[in-house]
């Protein structure tokens, strides 16, 4: 054990001394591993990679960085001319102020209820719906499903108005389901769904059913444990989307009491201090952030998954 | 005997699904077409209208400026929404170091609600202290008025609805990218094809339906916008921002007058429809 890593430490040191160390190439992209390691290659890249890192942390997280010691900052030193880069005198009052005017514990706890309930009743609705259309395959199943694709070519905006119309005639203003049942009749899930129940393999469902089980019973004990990859993906991208829109909840969740923390925001972003909605923005994107921390991956193969192939 | 017990249990699951489909999906679709012949306040009985609402969103003297606004931004939108992340997205995979930093950072505008980098930016754009006449300053650059001016006023939008939206075009295109064989590569390079020459024959030809398809919805998704204008401008200076989708809510939700509205959607619809149907054939004739 000791001599292995001795002898690799030593290889190493070695190495280093003999030439810098080649930019390792696990895959081939235009610019061939060569050209890559020819002397000029190696610094065009480091000079690259260079300019972008600092490009993207000044574009990406140099704002959420102004906006965190904005926070920080106070008023007085936030008119201040050139802005100071480091805060002052750092004071939270700022975020203790914002919770209060903003009344960001309800709208938090708000928009986390929507959030979760959508969740629930879309998954309920969506994944009984794809489990139909894959494995029961009931008469004019495809076409069912067509009408339901058929509603992604219509832009949200547009059905806005008639959605909204219906919505009041039903009654639910300030209703959650105002919210819930809109976000379940979403066609790329069922889509997306229907697409990894296909390959379930047909024996599997054909054992279960010899040895007695009910279509709900495969549905809980063999097709949903087999799916959570993809339920994963979908159930994130469901509550993050619900966590994050605008438009409809501004228009059915109307109540002070009742608004999501977006709506409730941009209601009263006009009455207070720049400190203080900076120290709302903050609060309100703490969730986001750390969703996108716990599930970056799963985030990003959903991303990919439901374009490429789609 | 079997078959309709199966059809029975499998429009049992169905049945939830169908009902929010014909409740909150199909129906509007149907009303609003309805709609856009209505004289309806919500509150009095909807009158027919024939073609009035449609009149009365032409003579609108906001509806031009609100067409030309919506074609102006979409074209600057995909100038920088499109092309940049595609850029980007180049860049990056020909990285071979702090890979997952850059794809995180790149799509953590993405995962925060708009609502915060619309206030974010809006302070930004302040012309006193805000961030960005700061900058010019210390680069010895006069201000701008930004949101305040009508001749800046429409890229600043862009400007954020790029940076907000622009993390998943680029993720997208990467793993697109990193989908092309690399032999394809190889082949170029031993006929001497350079740099350009092999993204020009190998990365564009292999990623086209992916870049066609983001085409199609950024357009979608651009022509539809609304926030930014209703939180950064409220259509304004001089209507300079007052985009269709922004007209159409004022005229539904400030004037009450939903007919307006759905005839003004109806007209957003068929120009969304018809580039659809131009992008789908666009498609198929690349697979044929």
């Not at chain 1, 009654?171 to 889509?191: D, R």
């Not at chain 2, 995909?78 to 092309?83: V, W």
């Not at chain 2, 304004?236 to 939700?253: H, R």
Request: hydrophobic share 55%; glycine share 6%.
């Amino acid at each position: 054990m000791i001599s292995v890593g001795a002898r690799a430490a030593t290889g190493r040191k070695r190495g280093r001394k003999r030439s810098p160390k080649p930019i390792e190439v696990q895959f081939r992209t235009i610019v061939s591993p060569h050209q890559l390691n020819s002397r000029w290659g190696r610094r065009i890249y480091w000079l690259v990679l260079a300019a972008v890192l600092v490009t993207f942390t000044l574009a990406f997280v140099f704002p959420l960085y102004w906006m965190v010691t904005g926070a920080l900052k106070t008023p007085e030193e936030l008119a201040q001319m050139p802005p100071t880069l480091v805060p002052a005198e750092p004071s939270t009052d700022a975020f203790f102020e914002a919770w209060d005017l903003f009344d960001i514990g309800t709208l938090l706890a708000n928009t986390a209820y929507y959030s979760l309930g959508g969740w629930v009743v879309c998954m309920a609705v969506d994944v009984s719906a794809a489990y139909a259309l894959s494995k029961l395959r009931p008469m004019f199943g495809n076409v069912i499903l067509g009408m339901m694709l058929a509603t992604l070519m219509i832009p949200a905006m547009v059905v806005l108005i008639p959605l909204y119309v219906t919505v009041v005639d039903l009654g639910l203003l300030n209703n959650p389901w105002a919210l819930w049942l809109p976000a379940a009749a979403n066609g790329f899930n069922i889509f997306l769904l229907k697409r990894f129940f296909d390959s379930i393999p047909r024996e599997l469902i054909e054992a279960a059913q010899i040895d007695g089980a009910g279509p709900v019973r495969i549905l809980r004990s063999v097709v949903l444990p087999i799916s959570r990859p993809i339920l994963g993906v979908v159930s994130i991208f469901t509550i993050v989307t619900s966590f994050k829109d605008f438009v409809w909840p501004l228009l059915v969740m109307t109540d002070s009491d009742r608004m999501t923390i977006s709506v409730g925001l941009s209601q009263t972003a006009g009455a207070v201090t720049q400190n203080q909605i900076m120290g709302g923005l903050l609060i309100t994107s703490i969730p986001m952030i750390i969703v996108f921390f716990i599930f970056q991956r799963h985030i990003m193969a959903g991303l990919t998954a439901g374009s490429i192939k789609g | 005997m079997q078959i309709l017990r199966r059809n029975l249990t499998a429009y049992g699951f169905l049945c939830a699904a169908l009902a929010c489909f014909t409740v909150f999906a199909w129906y509007p679709m149907v009303r609003e077409f309805i709609l856009s012949f209505q004289k309806t306040d919500l509150i009095n009985e909807p009158i027919w209208a024939g073609l009035d609402n449609f009149k009365t969103a032409f003579l609108d003297p906001a509806f031009g400026e609100a067409w030309l606004n919506t074609l102006e931004f979409t074209l600057l939108a995909l100038l920088c929404g499109y092309a940049v992340p595609f850029v980007v997205a180049l860049v990056l995979n020909e990285l071979r170091h702090a890979r997952a930093y850059l794809r995180f950072v790149v799509y953590l505008p993405v995962m925060l609600p708009p609502i915060v980098a619309v206030l974010l930016f809006r302070w930004f754009y302040d012309p006193g202290p805000g961030l960005f006449n700061q900058v010019l300053d210390v680069l010895g650059l006069p201000p701008l008025a930004w949101l305040d001016s009508s001749s800046t006023a429409l890229i600043s939008l862009v400007i954020v609805s790029t940076w907000m939206n622009m993390g998943s075009a680029t993720l997208i295109y990467l793993a697109a990218l990193q989908n092309i064989p690399p032999e394809l590569y190889e082949a170029a390079e031993l006929d001497g094809a350079g740099i350009w020459k092999r993204i020009r024959h190998v990365t564009i030809p292999q990623t086209r339906l992916i870049l066609l398809l983001m085409l199609m919805l950024q357009i979608v998704a651009t022509m539809q916008v609304f926030i930014e204008p209703y939180m950064l401008t409220g259509g304004g200076p001089e209507n300079a921002t007052v985009t269709v989708a922004y007209l159409m809510f004022q005229n539904a939700f400030t004037l009450q007058d939903y007919g307006s509205a759905g005839a003004l959607g109806m007209m957003l619809m068929i120009v969304l429809l018809v580039f659809a149907a131009f992008q789908l054939r666009l498609t198929r004739e690349d697979k044929a």
